[in-house]
């Protein structure tokens, strides 16, 4: 099993850029959630998907759309990237427990 | 709302034991947990505990919970220079299995 993952593993855009961020999980889970982290501030939940076909906002949500493509795959959307979503960004999946396992992380730099 | 804390660096000698600390406010938690995540890594699943637990010995870690006093902490027994990375403390809440996480301890461990 691979468990979660994620591409690409780095990206560099331009401000006003846009691209979508991919991650899937081949534990047939069925709760998936995107993560941010920033130094110093832990992780912050962007959005997470609790079950196919659903998807609720997190705390930072705002610049961020996310799709539920199916049960393995949840991709993270930003369609005019600002400066401020200069980040490493975290895919996780969770089964019947509140256990989540993450994915390598994505790490986006926004000029 | 929910808010978790932890102190930010560790410092300890190779053998020695390391303690880190968390403290959280969601007397409602029902799973508390730790991850470590290595420089460039995601987040690493290292142990968890159920909230009626005050205690659960994995080989090296010991993770003791206080929930009087909210506090939760993972020793680690004869630290190794592997251990060294960042700590992350963790809890559960809502039935959307969500979790909030502290900022992360960087534990270095010196020869």
């Known amino acids: 099993n691979a468990g979660v993952t994620q591409t690409p593993k780095f990206q560099v855009l331009k401000t006003g850029q846009s691209m979508t961020l991919q991650c899937a999980q081949d534990?047939?889970?069925?709760?998936m959630y995107w993560y941010r982290q920033d130094p110093g501030m832990g992780l912050r939940l962007i959005y997470y998907?609790?079950?196919?076909?659903?998807?609720d906002k997190g705390e930072v949500p705002n610049g961020y759309n996310v799709s539920r493509l199916n049960k393995r795959e949840f991709s993270l959307r930003l369609e005019s990237a600002a400066p401020s979503q200069t980040s490493v960004y975290f895919c996780?999946?969770?089964?019947?427990?509140?256990?989540?396992?993450f994915g390598p992380g994505t790490r986006l730099t926004v000029l | 709302g929910e808010d978790v804390e932890q102190s930010l660096f560790l410092s300890v000698r190779e053998g020695d034991s390391s303690v880190i600390n968390c403290t959280y406010t969601?007397?409602?938690?029902?799973?508390l947990y730790w991850y470590k995540q290595e420089p460039g890594a995601g987040l690493q699943l290292l142990t968890y505990?159920?909230?009626?637990?005050d205690m659960k010995q994995d080989q090296r870690l010991t993770v003791l919970l206080n929930k009087k006093d909210k506090h939760l902490s993972l020793r680690i027994a004869d630290t190794q220079t592997g251990d060294s990375a960042i700590y992350f403390c963790?809890?559960?809440?809502?039935?959307?299995?969500?979790?909030?996480f502290g900022s992360g301890t960087q534990l270095t461990v010196l020869p």
């Open positions: 996780a999946s969770g089964g019947d427990t509140d256990t989540q396992y």
């Open positions: 969601d007397s409602s938690s029902t799973y």
């Open positions: 998907s609790a079950s196919e076909g659903t998807t």
């Open positions: 505990i159920f909230s009626n637990m």
């Open positions: 963790a809890e559960s809440y809502s039935s959307a299995r969500q979790l909030t």
């Open positions: 534990m047939n889970h069925n709760s």
